[in-house]
C-alpha cells in the first residue's frame, strides 16, 4: 500500500467523507474554504483565461473565471432541486458548497499562460509522464496542496472524484501524431491528452474504491480514434454539472469580454452566429434576436451585461438530468444534459469565440510568447538542476526528476514566470533578493 493510501485509510474512519451530498455540509464546505485559501487558487488571480494579463483590468482572469463557474453550477443545482421531475434524485444532487468547491477548484491546475503554456509544459514532459491541466489539478488536490504533508488539501472523496473530468492514465491514452519536418518553433503537435498521470494511480483507486468492479472497468473504458490520443467515455454526475458550467461560463462570459473590449466584428457575428441561429427552430434567442444584438452591441455594459444574463438563463433552464446505462451506482449512472437546441446554441457560441476571438494572430502571438517563456525556463533548470532550482525543489528533483520541474513552474503566475524569465535572461534585470 503507498504512502497516500496508508494516510488515507486513516483519515477515512470518518464516515462522513463518503459521497452523501445531504445531511454532510460541514465537510464540503471544508473542502470549498481549503481549495478557496490555498496557494494554487490564490495565483489563479495573475493566470491567463483568454486574454493576456495587462491589455486590460476589466476581463477574466483564471480565477474571475472560476468565480462564475461556481455560480453558474450553483445555479444549475438550484434548478435542478427545484424541478418536479428530480424528486426521486434529489438527495444525490450536490449541495451548493459542494458543487461550488469542485467549480473553485477544477481549474487550479493550470500552467501559466493559457493552453500554450499547457502545451509547453507538455512538450517537455511528453517523455517524463506528461503534463495536463485536468492532471495537475488531481496532483495538487491530492499531494501537493498545503493542508497535509502527505496528501495535499485533504479533501472529501466526493470533491476529489468530482474534478476528474478525464479518468485515464497518460500512458494509456497517449497517442502523438508524427510531424514530418518537425521544427522546435511550432509545438503545437504536442498537445497533452486529456488524462491525470499514472503517478496518480493510487489517488483514483481510492476515489473509485466504493464502487463495484463493473462499474469502475466501465468508468474507465476509452475511445481509441485513430490517429490520435485516446479519450474518455464517462464522468461523474457532479463533474457533468461543474463541464456544463464551464462551459456556460468559458462561452458566454469570454464573448462579453470580447465584445467590451472590441475584438468581436459585428458583420462576422452576424454572418457566422446570427445567420446560422436563424436557421435554427423556434427559440427564445431568436424570438428577440434584434433586442438581443442591440443589447450586446451596446456601449452600455449595463446592456451587454442583461443580454449576457438572459443568455446564461435561457442556457441554465434547459439542463436537465438523464440516465447512462451500464453502470449501478447513481453518482454514475445520472448525467446532466442541455437540451438539444440550447447546446447548438452554446455550441455556436464557443465555436465564434474559439475561431475570431482566440485565434486572431494579435492573441494568438501573446499565447506563443508564453510558450517559448515556458519551453526556455524548463529547459534551463532541465540542463541545470542543482545550480539554479530552489533548494526545496531540488530536494523533489532528486526524488522525482523532471515532475519536480513541472510542479515548480506549473505553479508560477504570469507575471512571476515573466519576471523569472527576465531574471535568468536578461543582463540588467534581476536581483539577489527577488524570489521565485
Same mark, same amino acid.
Given at each position: 500500500m503507498s504512502v497516500w493510501l496508508e494516510r488515507r485509510s486513516e483519515l477515512e474512519r470518518n464516515p462522513s467523507r463518503g459521497f452523501n451530498s445531504t445531511g454532510q455540509d460541514s465537510q464540503y464546505q471544508r473542502d470549498r474554504a481549503r481549495i478557496i485559501h490555498s496557494a494554487?487558487?490564490?495565483?489563479?488571480?495573475?493566470?491567463?483565461?483568454?486574454?493576456?494579463?495587462?491589455?486590460? !483590468?476589466?476581463? %477574466?482572469?483564471?480565477?474571475?473565471?472560476?468565480?462564475?463557474?461556481?455560480?453558474?453550477? @450553483?445555479?444549475? +443545482? #438550484?434548478?435542478?432541486?427545484?424541478?418536479?421531475?428530480?424528486?426521486?434524485?434529489?438527495?444525490?444532487?450536490?449541495?451548493?458548497?459542494?458543487?461550488?468547491?469542485?467549480?473553485?477548484?477544477?481549474?487550479?491546475?493550470?500552467?501559466?499562460?493559457?493552453?500554450g503554456g499547457e502545451v509547453a509544459m507538455n512538450t517537455m514532459m511528453r517523455d517524463h509522464?506528461?503534463?495536463?491541466?485536468?492532471?495537475?489539478?488531481?496532483?495538487?488536490?491530492?499531494?501537493?496542496?498545503?493542508?497535509?504533508?502527505?496528501?495535499?488539501? !485533504?479533501?472529501? %472523496?466526493?470533491?476529489?472524484?468530482?474534478?476528474?473530468?478525464?479518468?485515464?492514465?497518460? @500512458?494509456?491514452? +497517449? #497517442?502523438?501524431?508524427?510531424?514530418?519536418?518537425e521544427n522546435s518553433l511550432n509545438i503545437d503537435h504536442w498537445s497533452p491528452p486529456k488524462c491525470i498521470y499514472d503517478a496518480e494511480r493510487d489517488v483514483l483507486d481510492w476515489l473509485l474504491e466504493p464502487f463495484s468492479e463493473e462499474d469502475r472497468s466501465r468508468f474507465l473504458s476509452l475511445e481509441r480514434p485513430k490517429p490520435g490520443h485516446a479519450k474518455t467515455k464517462y464522468k461523474c454526475f457532479d463533474t457533468s454539472i461543474m463541464e456544463l458550467a464551464d462551459d456556460i461560463a468559458y462561452g458566454v462570459h469570454d464573448l462579453e469580454d470580447a465584445l467590451a473590449l472590441g475584438l468581436v466584428d459585428r458583420e462576422a457575428w452576424q454572418e457566422k452566429v446570427v445567420a446560422v441561429l436563424e436557421s435554427f427552430d423556434s427559440n427564445p434567442v431568436n424570438d428577440r434576436m434584434d433586442e438581443?444584438?442591440?443589447?450586446?452591441?451596446?456601449?452600455?455594459?449595463?446592456?451587454?451585461?442583461?443580454?449576457?444574463?438572459?443568455?446564461?438563463?435561457?442556457?441554465?433552464?434547459?439542463?436537465?438530468?438523464?440516465?447512462?446505462?451500464?453502470?449501478?451506482?447513481?453518482?454514475?449512472?445520472?448525467?446532466?444534459?442541455?437540451?438539444?437546441?440550447?447546446?447548438?446554441?452554446?455550441?455556436?457560441?464557443?465555436?465564434?469565440?474559439?475561431?475570431d476571438v482566440i485565434f486572431r494572430p494579435e492573441l494568438q502571438m501573446l499565447q506563443y510568447k508564453g510558450q517559448r517563456v515556458v519551453v526556455r525556463l524548463f529547459e534551463i533548470f532541465a540542463a541545470n538542476p542543482k545550480r539554479l532550482l530552489p533548494v526545496a525543489v531540488y530536494e523533489q528533483y532528486e526524488e522525482c526528476g523532471y515532475r519536480a520541474i513541472a510542479d515548480f513552474l506549473s505553479s508560477m503566475t504570469d507575471v512571476s514566470a515573466g519576471k523569472l524569465y527576465h531574471k535568468l535572461l536578461s543582463p540588467t534585470s534581476g536581483s539577489i533578493f527577488d524570489r521565485p
Open positions: 494554487s487558487f490564490r495565483s489563479l488571480q495573475s493566470k491567463t483565461q483568454v486574454l493576456g494579463l495587462g491589455e486590460s !483590468d476589466f476581463y %477574466r482572469t483564471r480565477l474571475t473565471h472560476s468565480l462564475e463557474v461556481a455560480q453558474v453550477g @450553483s445555479g444549475i +443545482c #438550484e434548478w435542478l432541486r427545484d424541478q418536479k421531475s428530480n424528486e426521486a434524485h434529489v438527495d444525490l444532487i450536490p449541495s451548493f458548497s459542494l458543487i461550488e468547491a469542485i467549480c473553485l477548484a477544477h481549474d487550479i491546475g493550470h500552467s501559466p499562460f493559457g493552453h509522464g506528461g503534463f495536463e491541466a485536468n492532471g495537475q489539478t488531481l496532483r495538487i488536490l491530492a499531494r501537493l496542496g498545503e493542508y497535509s504533508p502527505s496528501c495535499g488539501l !485533504d479533501l472529501t %472523496r466526493r470533491t476529489m472524484l468530482g474534478t476528474i473530468k478525464y479518468p485515464a492514465f497518460y @500512458s494509456e491514452v +497517449c #497517442e502523438y501524431i508524427p510531424v514530418e519536418n438581443f444584438n442591440q443589447l450586446l452591441f451596446s456601449s452600455s455594459a449595463k446592456d451587454r451585461k442583461h443580454a449576457i444574463s438572459r443568455l446564461v438563463g435561457y442556457l441554465i433552464r434547459s439542463i436537465y438530468i438523464d440516465e447512462q446505462d451500464g453502470f449501478e451506482a447513481d453518482l454514475l449512472r445520472l448525467q446532466v444534459r442541455m437540451e438539444s437546441m440550447a447546446y447548438k446554441i452554446l455550441l455556436l457560441i464557443k465555436d465564434f469565440v474559439m475561431r
